[in-house]
């Protein structure tokens, strides 16, 4: 299994943020996460990343305990993010903030400064821009290309749609195929429920911690997804 | 005329502050870190040069080229064992640790190497000058300020041409989406620490052939060093050499004056900027 998470706790000082979550990537798979404002999404991908540490053996990357390493040596083992926010270095231009992302894994995929502003062409003309100059929404697009220059197995995308005109989303899903084209395995962290379930796999719901539902995207109802998504059972 | 000799003299003084100031700059730039033990440092760089002219007959700058990968290293270590174990949200702790830190360099100094002033012997090149029309300068003064002008060249060039001086300013902005990147931030603190020692370094050759020093006057290069990366504007390297040249034009000016009042109107100057632009000449940093 390329990401498997067994048992996962996570807490904030006092705040118990996640209660044991069980999750599984297979390579190659696109795989939902969808959830309220709270329900730990965040702090998953926090943990998954490394930016919050676990114990070692509540993550597994290829049957590797990786729960306690650091952030730097995950992006080296092929799981890259597209953090919440987007996150680009205000001190970086486009281009160098799309070089930083592959400085220092570069693995043997197909991405490259070509590949990602063939994908992206806006970017190309803005490439001497301050990354933070630039709009939402091509912001976004520098952020995804920044994680894509590493040649990730693994693409964590963290909220890629908050903030953003409903029609700028579009442009920015529309480059998921080719994403997956590249071979790599996407996690998509999302509260637009429609989007999530339109390019998923599997769909995988949390709720205050929990992880409320978890099946093949095409077999959701509606039903089904708000009992998860709120607690009801209406 | 007079007065255009003081204006070049002053700016060429400002050259050996800029030095004792762009290791400052560039550790604060990247790191957030005022290290309280820079002008300390400084001295110790200079005892070791001496140690390695003394004991191989080697002229100064010779002396200074194997003294710069030790201090290299020295700060790499530094950084990587102490400084990084206390870096964090708060400013404090570093700032103890360097405090600390420069007390115990003091100290330990002169316990090796006693109260004694020491110089740098650099020959004729101490006396040497070089006629330019109106003015004449000397020829250390202006090696200094051309040193002074490539290291913050090299520097800048450093930033925004190579990996690594990007790696520098995207753990400057924010470390924890660096290490997103697989960039180790410690890692690269602990680069730009040992950087800052190399330049530290060249700015010890220059104090240690241009004046006498000993154990006790760290504290007071680390003043001029500050006061230079504050009115350039913290985090601007060029600014730094503005700012050195500004401390060191009312130094000159000021002795001319009243040689009483050299030390004072440098420090007046930095007032008076600090009065009229709060954030230095040229502020980078945006926090």
Same mark, same amino acid.
């Given at each position: 299994?390329?990401?498997?998470?067994?048992?996962?706790?996570?807490?904030?000082?006092?705040?118990?943020?996640?209660?044991?979550?069980?999750?599984?990537?297979?390579?190659?798979?696109?795989?939902?996460?969808?959830?309220?404002?709270?329900?730990?999404?965040?702090?998953?991908?926090?943990?998954?990343?490394?930016?919050?540490?676990?114990?070692?053996?509540?993550?597994?990357?290829?049957?590797?305990?990786?729960?306690?390493?650091?952030?730097?040596?995950?992006?080296?083992?092929?799981?890259?993010?597209?953090?919440?926010?987007?996150?680009?270095?205000?001190?970086?231009?486009?281009?160098?903030?799309?070089?930083?992302?592959?400085?220092?894994?570069?693995?043997?995929?197909?991405?490259?400064?070509?590949?990602?502003?063939?994908?992206?062409?806006?970017?190309?003309?803005?490439?001497?821009?301050?990354?933070?100059?630039?709009?939402?929404?091509?912001?976004?697009?520098?952020?995804?290309?920044?994680?894509?220059?590493?040649?990730?197995?693994?693409?964590?995308?963290?909220?890629?749609?908050?903030?953003?005109?409903?029609?700028?989303?579009?442009?920015?899903?529309?480059?998921?195929?080719?994403?997956?084209?590249?071979?790599?395995?996407?996690?998509?962290?999302?509260?637009?429920?429609?989007?999530?379930?339109?390019?998923?796999?599997?769909?995988?719901?949390?709720?205050?911690?929990?992880?409320?539902?978890?099946?093949?995207?095409?077999?959701?109802?509606?039903?089904?997804?708000?009992?998860?998504?709120?607690?009801?059972?209406? | 005329?007079?007065?255009?000799?003081?204006?070049?003299?002053?700016?060429?003084?400002?050259?050996?502050?800029?030095?004792?100031?762009?290791?400052?700059?560039?550790?604060?730039?990247?790191?957030?870190?005022?290290?309280?033990?820079?002008?300390?440092?400084?001295?110790?760089?200079?005892?070791?040069?001496?140690?390695?002219?003394?004991?191989?007959?080697?002229?100064?700058?010779?002396?200074?080229?194997?003294?710069? @990968? *030790?201090?290299?290293? #020295?700060?790499?270590? %530094?950084?990587? /064992?102490? =400084? !990084? $174990?206390?870096?964090?949200?708060?400013? &404090?702790?570093?700032?103890?640790?360097?405090?600390?830190?420069?007390?115990?360099?003091?100290?330990?100094?002169?316990?090796?190497?006693?109260?004694?002033?020491?110089?740098?012997?650099?020959?004729?090149?101490?006396?040497?000058?070089?006629?330019?029309?109106?003015?004449?300068?000397?020829?250390? @003064? *202006?090696?200094?300020? #051309?040193?002074?002008? %490539?290291?913050? /060249?090299? =520097? !800048? $060039?450093?930033?925004?041409?190579?990996? &690594?001086?990007?790696?520098?300013?995207?753990?400057?902005?924010?470390?924890?989406?660096?290490?997103?990147?697989?960039?180790?931030?410690?890692?690269?603190?602990?680069?730009?620490?040992?950087?800052?020692?190399?330049?530290?370094?060249?700015?010890?050759?220059?104090?240690?052939?241009?004046?006498?020093?000993?154990?006790?006057?760290?504290?007071?290069? %680390?003043?001029?060093?500050?006061?230079?990366?504050?009115?350039?504007?913290?985090?601007?390297?060029?600014?730094?050499?503005?700012?050195?040249?500004?401390?060191?034009?009312?130094?000159?000016?000021?002795?001319?004056?009243?040689?009483?009042?050299?030390?004072?109107?440098?420090?007046?100057?930095?007032?008076?900027?600090?009065?009229?632009?709060?954030?230095?000449?040229?502020?980078?940093?945006?926090?």
């Amino acid at each position: 299994m390329l990401l498997s998470v067994q048992g996962l706790t996570a807490q904030y000082g006092q705040f118990k943020a996640l209660f044991g979550i069980d999750l599984h990537v297979a390579a190659g798979e696109c795989v939902a996460i969808i959830g309220a404002n709270g329900a730990g999404k965040t702090t998953l991908m926090r943990s998954i990343t490394g930016v919050l540490r676990n114990a070692p053996e509540m993550i597994r990357h290829n049957e590797d305990p990786i729960g306690a390493l650091p952030a730097d040596l995950i992006l080296q083992r092929g799981i890259a993010m597209v953090p919440e926010g987007r996150k680009l270095f205000p001190s970086l231009t486009v281009e160098e903030n799309l070089r930083i992302g592959g400085q220092v894994r570069r693995g043997t995929g197909r991405w490259s400064l070509d590949e990602i502003y063939s994908l992206f062409p806006i970017l190309k003309d803005r490439r001497h821009s301050p990354g933070t100059a630039l709009s939402g929404g091509q912001q976004q697009m520098v952020a995804i290309g920044r994680a894509l220059m590493s040649n990730p197995e693994l693409l964590l995308c963290d909220e890629i749609s908050l903030g953003l005109a409903p029609v700028v989303i579009r442009d920015i899903y529309a480059a998921l195929p080719a994403i997956r084209a590249s071979g790599a395995a996407v996690v998509i962290v999302e509260q637009d429920i429609a989007r999530a379930l339109s390019v998923a796999d599997r769909v995988y719901c949390l709720m205050e911690g929990r992880v409320t539902l978890q099946a093949p995207a095409k077999d959701l109802t509606r039903e089904a997804i708000h009992a998860a998504y709120f607690g009801a059972t209406a | 005329m007079i007065w255009i000799d003081v204006l070049v003299q002053g700016i060429l003084l400002g050259g050996l502050y800029a030095l004792f100031a762009a290791g400052l700059s560039l550790v604060f730039g990247i790191m957030r870190l005022v290290n309280l033990a820079h002008g300390d440092l400084i001295v110790f760089a200079a005892f070791a040069i001496l140690l390695i002219t003394g004991s191989t007959g080697l002229h100064p700058f010779l002396a200074a080229l194997l003294a710069a @990968p *030790l201090m290299f290293a #020295a700060g790499w270590a %530094l950084q990587r /064992f102490v =400084l !990084n $174990r206390v870096m964090g949200k708060d400013i &404090l702790p570093p700032l103890l640790i360097t405090f600390g830190l420069s007390v115990a360099l003091q100290n330990g100094m002169l316990e090796i190497f006693s109260a004694d002033s020491q110089r740098l012997a650099a020959g004729p090149l101490e006396s040497a000058s070089i006629d330019l029309g109106p003015v004449t300068v000397g020829t250390m @003064p *202006l090696l200094t300020f #051309a040193s002074a002008v %490539l290291v913050i /060249f090299a =520097l !800048n $060039r450093i930033f925004y041409t190579t990996a &690594l001086g990007r790696a520098f300013r995207a753990v400057s902005d924010d470390p924890t989406t660096a290490s997103l990147m697989g960039i180790n931030p410690k890692s690269v603190f602990a680069i730009a620490t040992g950087l800052a020692m190399v330049i530290v370094t060249i700015a010890a050759l220059y104090l240690g052939m241009r004046s006498n020093f000993d154990p006790s006057i760290g504290p007071a290069r %680390l003043i001029y060093a500050f006061e230079a990366v504050i009115i350039g504007g913290l985090g601007s390297l060029w600014g730094t050499l503005l700012g050195g040249a500004i401390i060191g034009v009312a130094q000159t000016i000021g002795a001319q004056l009243n040689p009483e009042w050299q030390i004072l109107a440098g420090h007046l100057a930095f007032l008076a900027v600090l009065l009229i632009r709060p954030r230095g000449l040229f502020p980078r940093a945006v926090d």
